[in-house]
């Protein structure tokens, strides 16, 4: 079982690492000019946002709706256009009576994925829940054996969620049956979150907490090959962690992974044998966009790298310490948001910072999402809104 007190530490220390100094000067964002304005389409809330909790909760989109959730309970429905509610749910099993309402949180942590007509999300209560994706109405609820802190993954028929517990489950989009279970190791000290699953080739990739990918055989569990994305090193366990907490990315007939106190690594997706390594640590996730890999690493220095070899194109440490999300990239700028609630753009040729924006100072807590000619944003509080670059 993960140690979670020691792993709440962790990654304490890890996100903190760059934001404390002997000089708070040293945390003044940089002055630029801005080149362009962020054009704010829409705005709206969803429930309370995830506040000042640890969460991997995702927008997830389909077609021209966006869904979105808040940890307490609430999953909306959004237009895509207009950011107008399509409907909203509560998924909190005893909603209470009458005006007084209910205590109970949800404690939403894990998703949105949008598959097979429905809507998953899982919990820091040990649950998956499944929403019809049209209405909103429950479609099932299920009692796993740990905490859901990452997206699940979809394919072949199947959902796979990745648990803090190390089990990966596979199980039936109709009825959360469980398939199949896969049992990770884990070591006494982790960081807080585990990587999402993807699934290829009729494999499903994850990244475990000892440094490896892992790939399964989708129809039945059996492991495949494991690969070391990175090796414990040092005398502390904080100085050997490494989790591969990030989502594997495919790309062609390598698959890439990236580890905390380890390495950006591109793996053969049939074989299992590393095509190169970079060291690059971080927590968290990474884009894929063309030819390139932009990666913000666990101080918050944003690099491109060519995806074939590696090699660095460009580097950016002005967000320093502020503890940013990961990348996504929308045309030719690179976006990333702050735990203060800027947002802030970079040329993804050159890394220079050409615009900022702010917006709710709860902050930032995941990457963008790529929607069309827009993102979409989250803040804490449960800000939603829907951007260009203009």
């Keep these: 079982m993960k140690k979670v007190t020691l792993a709440s530490i962790a990654l304490c220390m890890a996100t903190l690492a760059g934001c404390s100094s002997n000089d708070e000067d040293e945390l003044v964002l940089p002055e630029i000019n801005n080149q362009f304005e962020t054009q704010v389409i829409w705005q709206e809330s969803v429930g309370d946002g995830v506040a000042h ?38 998924v909190r099993e005893d909603q209470g009576f009458w005006f007084w309402g209910s205590e109970q949180n949800a404690k939403l942590s894990g998703g949105i994925l949008q598959a097979y007509g ?33 997206r699940p993954a979809a394919g072949d028929g199947l959902i796979y969620v990745n648990l803090s517990s190390g089990k990966l489950l596979a199980l039936h989009p109709d009825t959360g049956e469980e398939r199949w279970n896969y049992e990770q190791e ?6 807080r979150g585990s990587s999402s699953p993807a699934v290829a080739n009729g494999g499903v990739l994850v990244g475990e907490e000892t440094g490896k990918l892992t790939v399964l055989i989708s129809d039945s569990g059996f492991a495949a ?7 414990p090193k040092g005398a502390s366990e904080f100085e050997r962690l490494v989790d591969v907490d990030t989502e594997p990315k495919v790309s062609g007939p390598l698959v890439y992974t990236l580890a905390y106190n380890g ?35 666990s101080d918050g220095v944003i690099y491109a790298l ?34 203060e609630g800027n947002l802030h753009w970079l040329d993804i040729n050159s890394g220079e910072l050409v615009a900022r924006h702010e917006f709710d100072s709860s902050g930032f807590y995941v990457e963008p999402m790529v929607a069309d000619d827009r993102l ?10 829907a951007v260009k670059a203009q």
């Design 118 to 150: 429905k809507l998953f999300i899982g919990s820091e209560h040990g649950e998956i829940v499944a929403l019809d994706r049209e209405t909103g109405e429950l479609a099932w609820r299920k009692n796993v054996p740990g905490e859901v802190l990452s």
């Design 376 to 385: 979409i944003i989250v803040t804490r509080d449960g800000e939603v809104s």
């Design 53 to 90: 909790y640890f969460s991997r909760l995702q927008p997830a989109l389909y077609k021209d709706q966006v869904f979105v959730a808040s940890r307490d309970g609430t999953v909306e429905a959004l237009s895509l256009e207009s950011g107008d509610s399509l409907w909203r749910t509560d």
């Design 186 to 191: 884990v070591p006494p000290l982790t960081l």
């Design 225 to 231: 090959w494991q690969a070391d994305v990175a090796q």
């Design 306 to 339: 060519d995806k074939s070899s590696g090699i660095e194109r460009w580097s950016q440490a002005g967000l320093r310490g502020w503890y940013i999300t990961g990348p996504a990239v929308l045309g030719d700028f690179l976006a990333v948001g702050d735990q």
């Design 263 to 297: 390495n950006l690594a591109a793996v053969d997706i049939r074989s299992g044998n590393v095509a190169w390594k970079r060291e690059y640590s971080s927590y968290r996730e990474f884009s894929i966009v063309g030819n390139s890999i932009y990666v913000v690493d």
